[in-house]
């Protein structure tokens, strides 16, 4: 089974930065396919934060309206990975962090059930 492989998460104090990384394993070409990251706090609904295109169209959702201007999203294409760097970490942010990839055009591009390729999330945890 294909399967994506999250990294870079951990516990950071609130203001701090991270940027996450996404690489499929085993691999293939991403440049081809659309991508996104998602996170599920405890409790809650896994939620998407922002997705690129086949085309490398980026876009982010309207709601969390937190994530606008602090999470940036990209793909770089000759490292065959997706990228989500999260700036001004707030606790809120405490979330387990998921990459996914070849979407469904039928769906969202933030709904999960737009996606074929999932990881198996890496924690990001953020103290006040």
């Known amino acids: 089974a294909v399967h994506l492989v999250e990294s870079g998460g951990g516990s950071v104090q609130a203001g701090g930065s991270l940027t996450l990384s996404c690489v499929p394993s085993?691999?293939?070409?991403?440049?081809?396919?659309?991508m996104a990251w998602f996170r599920q706090a405890s409790g809650k609904e896994r939620e998407g934060l922002a997705a690129?295109?086949?085309?490398?169209?980026?876009?982010?959702?309207t709601y969390p309206a937190s994530v606008k201007g602090r999470f940036t999203i990209s793909k770089d294409n000759a490292k065959n990975t997706l990228f989500l760097q999260i700036d001004d970490l707030k606790p809120e942010d405490t979330a387990m962090y998921y990459c996914?990839?070849?979407?469904?055009?039928?769906?969202?591009?933030?709904?999960?059930?737009?996606?074929?390729?999932w990881g198996q999330g890496t924690q990001v945890t953020v103290s006040s």
């Open positions: 996914a990839a070849r979407c469904n055009s039928y769906y969202s591009q933030f709904s999960e059930l737009g996606y074929r390729d």
């Open positions: 085993p691999p293939y070409n991403i440049n081809n396919f659309c």
């Open positions: 690129v295109s086949e085309l490398g169209a980026i876009t982010y959702p």
